[in-house]
Every structure is written in C-alpha cells, then in structure tokens.
C-alpha cells in the first residue's frame, strides 16, 4: 500500500518533467539566435519556441506581435526606428589602424559606459581581423568590411561573437544598437605608419581601453623614409600625420589628390570646397596648402584615408588614395 501511493506521489514529477524537456533544454543555437533578433529575455524567446515548436521565424513573429500588443521593451521593435547617433571607435596597433560605427538612437545612450564598452569591443575585433589578414602588398592597404565580416566579428582574440554582445546591450538599453560599418587601413612595416583622430566623443571610459571614441573620426596613412619611428624627427612626424587627420576629419576631403595639383573645386563650380587634400588649405596652417606644409615639415607622404562621421550615409568621401 505504501508502495504504490509511493508510486503514485512521484508519478507526476515525472510526467512533468517529462513534458517540460523541451522548454529547459530548448535547442541552445535557436535560443541564441531569437534573443539576439529580438533583444528580448531569455525566457520570453524559450517560451515563444516552445508555443512555436521551435520554428525560428514563426517565434519571432509572435514575439513581435506580443511585444506590440503588451508593450514589452521596446528594443525589439527598435528597427523600425532610426538610429542616427552612436560613437565611431579608433585604434591603432603597430603599422595597421581600425575605425568602426556602432549606432544607436539618442545621445543619451551612446554616452553610456555599456555602449562605449561595446564599441571598444567592436574595434578588438576588427583589429583581430585586420591581424590575420594577408600582409600589405602595396605601400597603404585598406579595406571595409563587407556585411559577412562584420557578423563574423568576435569581441577581441579569444573573445566570442560580437553579435550576442549587441544583442545583450539593446536589451539593457532599450534602443537599437548596430554596428553600422568597420574598416582598417595599413602600411609595410618600415614604410610609415597610421596617424588616427577622433573628436566629438565623451570623457575617457576606462572600459574603453586604448580605443579613442568620438562622432567623427578619421585614419591618415602616412609615408616616411625608415617609418620615422623614435627620436625627436619620429615624434615631430607623428604629431604632423595627427595634425592631417585632424584636418581629414574637419574638412572632409574626397581624394588625396597629387603633390603638386593646383586647387580646383568639386564639380567646376564657383563656392565649392576644395576636394582634393593635397590641394586644401591647411588647418594648422592658414593660408598654407597640406601638400606644401608636408613636403617642408616632412617630408611626409599621405597614401591613404578613412573618414567617418556618425549617422552619415556611406559615400566615396569616407576614403580616398
């Protein structure tokens, strides 16, 4: 008699157990895959598996659909609004510089160390990339990363994927965070070196670490006999190719242009600026045109260039050679 109400006691743990497999070992890459679509809790993407029976899509949409009805956070439904702020993240190993755009919707976050974290992280792993890439055969390479590469991103070496990290810093914030697009420029080692400047961006995080964070941005590759490295000449030179990426990012150049091109304006028309580098009037040097000011404080050749401005649609003036 004790035996089978024994039996009969422990009957219906095991059937709910039995019943509850699916949702406590719902399949692990579904489960991630929902939570970083949605930005929404865990639990609510494993609830929505199991009423879907673990179709990806048809979870979603219900997720969707609740989250419109129920007013759940409103990161989900954060895509269908514009995302024009965020912070463009710089960092520069040896003869090779990484720039990155991670957007979202206000200030108000883009200020915020979790944000800030996860652009420093972004740039890691670009970085990481750039490192396995194969070795410049020209003087300054550079490449933007195609939409495959920068899904592809881990958070710095040994690191995991950065798309779960976006995903975990929507849900905080409550708004919609992407990495908008990514891009390194490099020299042979010995050639020159990367010069990097970044303006706009808050006080320093410590979570940042070596990135330098601003709204606008821009890598400056420079040529200079031996690399200029160390000593008072490598220092001076330095502190010039910072000064020309200063002035990339404020005056917003489309092209190097040639060393001795003569000034003519975008499109033949009168009031225009200047879109060749070479050609501008320097900022540090009013009245000075940057080819002349490199060639007798240098020499210092510029190979090479990458802009961006935050929430700037992608045009040729983002790069030039």
Known sequence: MQRAARSAVWALPAR???AAAPVLAADKESLLQLRRRTGLPILQCRDALQRCEGDLAQAEAWLLEQA?????SSAPLARERPAREG???LLREGPAAVMVELSCETDFVARTSEFQRVVAQAALGAMELCRRAPPAARA???????PEELAELRTGPGG????EELALAQGRLGEAVSLRRAAWLRVRPGSGFVSGYAHGGPAADPGAGPVALGTLGALVACGARGGARGGARGAALEALGRQVAQHVAGF????????RERPRVAGGEGGEEEEALLAQEFLHAPGRRV?????ARGPLRVT????FRCGEEPTADVTAR
């Open 87 to 89: 912070l463009v993240g």
């Open 160 to 163: 995991g994927p950065l798309s």
């Open 304 to 307: 090479g260039f990458v802009r």
């Open 68 to 72: 419109r009805r129920q007013g759940w």
């Open 291 to 295: 080819g002349r000011v490199l060639r």
């Open 16 to 18: 709910f157990f039995r």
């Open 252 to 259: 917003a150049p489309r092209r190097v242009g040639r060393a």
């Open 140 to 146: 300054c390479s550079q490449h933007f990363l195609q």
